[in-house]
C-alpha cells in the first residue's frame, strides 16, 4: 500500500519568500506529525495532529510558521517570509493512533533551501 | 527539549561485528522506539519496547529496556554494510503523546 508521501521534493526559495510543503499521510492513520532536522542533526518536533483535536503547536519555532490539515488527512506546512535558517529537511509522519503509543510512519522529507 | 541521548554519537565497525548504541532518556515512559534514517531522508521504524518489557528481538536486533536506570540499547548482531545509517531512539515526553528524538548514532559498517 502507499506510504506517507510529501511533496515537493525538493524546494529552493529566496528569502523572504513564503513557502508550502505538502504531506500526504496514510489512510486511515489519525496522527500527523511535522518534524524539522538540520544537516547531522536529530528531530526537531514542530506541530501534532491528532484526530479532530486541537494540535499540538508546542513546537513551532515562530510565528511565521504554521499547519493545517484538512479533512483528517492532508497537511501543509507553511513558512511565511522564510530565513536561511529554515533550511533544513521538513519530515512528515503518520500513525495508526496516539503518536506515543504507536510506530509513526515516515515520508522521504522535503529539502527546503533558503537562499 | 531531548528527550532520548544516543550513545555513541559514532561508531565504526568490520561487518560481521556486533554494534551496541545506547539510549538515555529523562521522564518516565510507557514506549521507547527505534528508527533507522539513510542518506538523511525519511526514518524506518525498528521496534518498539514498551516500559514493561525488559528485552525484545526482530531478526538481527535486539532491543534492552532498563526503567529504573532510564536507558535502552539496540544491539545489532553479525552486521551487514547494508546496516551503515543514522539510528535514533524515541520516547513520548512526559505525559504528552508527541515522540521526542535524540540526535541518532551514526552506524558505518565498513565491509
Known amino acids: 500500500g502507499a506510504g506517507v508521501s510529501q511533496s515537493p521534493s525538493n524546494k529552493v526559495t529566496e528569502k523572504g519568500k513564503d513557502v508550502e510543503l505538502r504531506c500526504d499521510p496514510i489512510?486511515?492513520?489519525?496522527?500527523l506529525y511535522w518534524y524539522r532536522q538540520s544537516l547531522g542533526q536529530g528531530l526537531e518536533f514542530l506541530i501534532y495532529?491528532?484526530?479532530?483535536?486541537?494540535?499540538?503547536k508546542s513546537g513551532l519555532p515562530s510565528d511565521r510558521f504554521s499547519a493545517e490539515r484538512t479533512g483528517g488527512s492532508v497537511s501543509t506546512l507553511t513558512i511565511q517570509r522564510t530565513q536561511q535558517e529554515d533550511s533544513a529537511v521538513y519530515l512528515c509522519?503518520?500513525?495508526?493512533?496516539?503518536?506515543?503509543?504507536?510506530?509513526?510512519?515516515f515520508g522521504p522529507g522535503t529539502r527546503l533551501t533558503v537562499t | 527539549s531531548q528527550q532520548g541521548e544516543e550513545d555513541p554519537q559514532a561508531l565504526s565497525i568490520q561487518e560481521g561485528e556486533n554494534a551496541t548504541m545506547n539510549c538515555s532518556y529523562k521522564t518516565s515512559i510507557n514506549n521507547l522506539q527505534w528508527y533507522r534514517q539513510n542518506s538523511g531522508r525519511g526514518l524506518v521504524h525498528l521496534i518498539l519496547i514498551r516500559s514493561n518489557e525488559r528485552e525484545k528481538h526482530s531478526g538481527r536486533l535486539r532491543v534492552t529496556l532498563d526503567t529504573s536506570k532510564k536507558s535502552s540499547s539496540l544491539l545489532i548482531t553479525a552486521s551487514r554494510a547494508a546496516d551503515t545509517a543514522s539510528y535514533f531512539c524515541a520516547s513520548p515526553q512526559g505525559g504528552s503523546e508527541k515522540l521526542v528524538f535524540g540526535k541518532g548514532t551514526k552506524l558505518t559498517v565498513n565491509p
Open positions: 495532529f491528532q484526530g479532530n483535536s486541537a494540535p499540538d
Open positions: 489512510s486511515g492513520h489519525t496522527a
Open positions: 509522519a503518520s500513525s495508526l493512533g496516539p503518536g506515543g503509543s504507536y510506530e509513526q510512519y
